[in-house]
Structures are given as C-alpha cells and as structure tokens.
C-alpha cells in the first residue's frame, strides 16, 4: 500500500500546476490545423483541443486553414500575436518549406516558440492493387524508363513527398508527383486508380489496407508493426537508411511570455497523453509522445538539415 502512495505522489505534486495555471486565455483559443478535416493530423488536433479546453479554462477551436504543403497556415499564425490565443500544430512540413520556398518564407525556429510534441507514426509505402502484389514487382515497374509511376502526396513538400523523393534517389526510381491538398482528396484518387502509389502515415492507410483496397509493400520501421506485422521493414528490403515518418507538433508565433508557453505546454502534453487518447491513438498506429519544447526544437533542427540535403539532392522547388 505504501509503495501504491509513493508511486502516486509525482501526479499529485503535477496536479495543481495544471489546475492553476499563472496564464489563463482570455477568450476561445484558435488551435490552426493546415490540413482540411478527416486526416490523423486533424484528428490528433480535434483530441488535443478538446482535452485542453478544460485545463486552460476556454474552449479550444480548431480552425483548419489548408494548402501549400501547410505554408498557407504557417504564415498567417506567423504574422498573428504572440499572445497565445493562437497556437499552430505543425509536422515534418514546417522543417521543409524553409528549404523548398525561395525566398525563404519563415524561419522554424526563429519564428516561433515550440511548445509540444505531440505523436508519431511510421510511413508504409502502399499502391493500388492494379500496380503491383509485392515491393520486387512494384520497383521493376518503378524503375522502368519514362515517366514512371504516379504517386500522391499529400502536398508538396510533406513528409510523405520528402519520403518518395529519398526512395527514388536511394532505389533509382522513375516518378511523378502528384500533390494534393490533404489526406482524404489524394486517397480517393488512389483507391480508383487515378495515382499508381503512396507512401503515408500507418494510421491514415490502414483500414484501406485492412479493406484490401491497397497493397502495403513495405514500412519504414526499425522493427515489424504490430498492426502490420507481414509488412516488411525498409530494412529487411534492402534500404535501411530511408527517412520517411511523420510527427505531430504544437507551436506558437515568436515573442510569447513564458507563463503563456509554459502553461500551453502543459495543458496540450496532458491532453494527448491522456489514457483515453493513447488508446484510441494506438489503435490506428499513433504513437502519443507528449514531449516538451526542448524535444520539440531539436527534432525541427534536425529534421530542418536532413529535409534541406534531399531538397539539394532532388533539386526540389516549391512549384
């Protein structure tokens, strides 16, 4: 019992800093999603601003602002107050733009303060039953001569785009980009055939998969998933140093106080690691990480080196 009280007391001690939080908001806090509803980005936003709202004492309003591979919701959060009325959930895209836009339209890391990283979730490489049953049968035809198969992203400049263009440079791959504006629009031409493959997030793929809608040719994974598990690794296919996943991250514009950023991450960390939404979160694939700032920055400053070397590589550009 004594051991029982103990292992408890780090939650009690936690518990009053989220109660009583030194900021409040002073009205409905906009949480900017740049990608339209009915993804897992969209999903994991929904989540975490309904489990904020009570902690911060505001309703949290998710407010989806799409296009331009999220530099359309980028830059209006950029130019709004550091007040913390506004926050910006971001991914792998933020690190990106910086290198595919010219001139530079922002600076991840100068631009805004990070406050929370929220989930993870491996890629799984997939195409429609008509293109291929298997990775050999999928790369014999992806590396034939001409234009190539035909892939969707869901936008230029994505993690998922910034995935193809590492395979194609690693495998020798012949293809061509088609970018879409979201998850939903690029999956409906995908199960009719209108694009050959994918490569994208397990949780937003994987009741298609389930369906028999989509072939899974292979995950990029240190190790089989457990939601897929006769879906080969990356590794086990002979290409082990492919970057290909997607995180999920909370940030703000530049200049807020720090009771307003300590309180924000807080509250959005409590949120996603509720047991409620580990559950749900896993059971699609998601990995809820709730990671503070620190974490968060160095992540955008590694990822901001390695996206810019396959921009210069690829010789990618925003059009």
């Not at 990356?234 to 290909?244: A, C, D, I, R």
């Amino acid at each position: 019992m004594r051991r029982r009280t103990l292992l408890a007391l780090p939650a009690l001690f936690a518990t009053p800093a989220l109660a009583q939080p030194s900021w409040k908001p002073s009205a409905p806090l906009r949480y900017v999603v740049p990608f339209p509803p009915g993804s897992s980005f969209d999903m994991v936003g929904r989540i975490v601003a309904e489990g904020a709202a009570p902690i911060l004492g505001q309703p949290v309003v998710v407010e989806n602002r799409p296009g331009a591979g999220t530099l359309v919701a980028v830059q209006a959060v950029k130019a709004m107050q550091a007040d913390g009325q506004v926050v910006l959930m971001v991914a792998n895209s933020f690190t990106v733009n910086q290198s595919l836009h010219k001139p530079q339209p922002y600076s991840a890391s100068a631009d805004f303060d990070p406050l929370a990283l929220l989930v993870g979730t491996p890629h799984v490489l997939a195409c429609h039953p008509s293109v291929a049953t298997d990775f050999a049968g999928f790369l014999a035809k992806a590396r034939q001569p001409g234009r190539g198969l035909s892939f969707g992203s869901n936008g230029q400049g994505t993690s998922q785009h910034m995935g193809m263009e590492h395979l194609k440079m690693l495998a020798g791959m012949n293809a061509e980009h088609v970018p879409y504006r979201g998850v939903a629009p690029m999956l409906t031409d995908l199960l009719t055939g209108r694009v050959d493959y994918t490569i994208g997030n397990l949780s937003d793929l994987l009741p298609n998969i389930r369906d028999g809608k989509l072939v899974p040719l292979g995950i990029v994974s240190g190790q089989r998933h457990a939601l897929l598990p006769d879906v080969a690794t990356f590794g086990e296919l002979g290409f082990p140093q492919l970057l290909s996943d997607t995180w999920y991250g909370v940030v703000l514009p530049d200049g807020a106080s720090e009771p307003v950023k300590a309180t924000l991450s807080a509250a959005f960390r409590e949120s996603i690691g509720r047991p409620a939404a580990r559950e749900r979160l896993a059971a699609i694939g998601l990995d809820v990480l709730a990671q503070g700032p620190d974490v968060l920055a160095e992540r955008i400053r590694r990822d901001t080196v390695t996206y810019a070397e396959i921009v210069r590589v690829a010789n990618l550009s925003a059009e």
